[in-house]
């Protein structure tokens, strides 16, 4: 058990961390520390956190987990306020989306004192966000990336691994560089793509009249457009390199498409069409399997 959570950022992940140690009985108190000072009120009000920080420094204080649940942009900046309170004996991990954009930050502002610093991301989310859906179950049966690097301590990172475990997580390990290509892939390119679709549609004079006709499959590709969009925009911004490479990915793909849909091709259009479909069936499959 942890004696005390330093909570940096309190919304909708921040927050659902908290209650999901309190559940699991894994910390004795939560401090909590946000930016902005209702959220944190509102975080202490919802039984979130024990104790209301004045500031990111003084939610460390004391601390033996700390929790960095902020946007990854603001990952270097949250870093140089809480340095001087870090010590080796602290776990220190983060939440974000993007992963060699934070270890960047962290290896210019914490240089030789990242032994205790576990860079992490949680496949958990909502389409909503802030500390009133803060969700203990959040993260129960999700998968959980831990991305290391070679100053970090081979005990710390077991001990993230532990906690993630007693959260119900399944945990697996990647370099940052390997975890920024696959989740361009997977999950920044199709957020960039629904909030494309989303612009395309209401850009038109109709379109507001055509959403009115979507049904349950425009729905679930386009759920992910109502994501936060400050945490979307430092997402695609920090890992803008290898979104680029998927996106050049995607445009082949879809300009086959279109050529088969222009020439008329039955069988090409057939053909790519399966080739999805088997895809998609597959990795349902494998998905399901774990």
């Known amino acids: 058990m942890f004696e005390q959570l330093g909570l940096?950022?309190?919304?909708?992940m921040g927050g659902s961390f908290a209650l999901a140690m309190k559940r699991a009985n894994l910390v004795k108190r939560v401090v909590g520390y946000s930016k902005s000072p209702s959220t944190t009120a509102r975080a202490l009000q919802l039984g979130v956190i024990d104790v209301e920080a004045p500031s990111a420094l003084l939610a460390v204080s004391g601390a033996d987990l700390v929790l960095l649940a902020v946007p990854v942009a603001a990952t270097e900046a949250t870093l140089k306020t809480i340095r001087h309170l870090i010590s080796p004996d602290m776990l220190v991990m983060d939440v974000g989306s993007s992963k060699r954009d934070v270890v960047d930050a962290a290896r210019r502002v914490l240089?030789?004192?990242m032994s205790g610093f576990v860079p992490c991301h949680p496949i958990a989310?909502?389409?909503v966000s802030g500390v009133d859906n803060a969700d203990a179950g959040l993260y129960n049966?999700?998968?959980i990336v831990i991305t290391p690097i070679d100053r970090t301590s081979p005990a710390k990172v077991r001990q993230a691994e532990m906690l993630w475990r007693d959260l119900g997580c399944d945990v697996i390990t990647m370099t940052p560089e390997s975890h920024d290509t696959a989740?361009?892939?997977v999950s920044h390119l199709p957020h960039m793509l629904a909030f494309a679709l989303m612009n395309s549609i209401t850009s038109q004079p109709d379109g507001r009249d055509y959403l009115s006709l979507a049904g349950p499959g425009f729905r679930d590709f386009s759920r992910i457009a109502a994501s936060d969009?400050?945490?979307w925009r430092d997402v695609l911004i920090a890992n803008r390199e290898e979104i680029a490479r998927q996106s050049e990915l995607f445009e082949r793909a879809m300009a086959q498409l279109r050529r088969a849909i222009s020439d008329g091709d039955g069988e090409e259009l057939k053909s790519l069409i399966n080739s999805a479909s088997h895809a998609r069936a597959n990795w349902r499959l494998t998905r399901d399997a774990h």
């Open 8 to 12: 940096i950022g309190c919304g909708l």
């Open 111 to 113: 240089r030789n004192n």
């Open 125 to 127: 989310g909502s389409e």
């Open 141 to 143: 049966g999700k998968r």
């Open 183 to 185: 989740f361009a892939a």
């Open 229 to 231: 969009p400050q945490l």
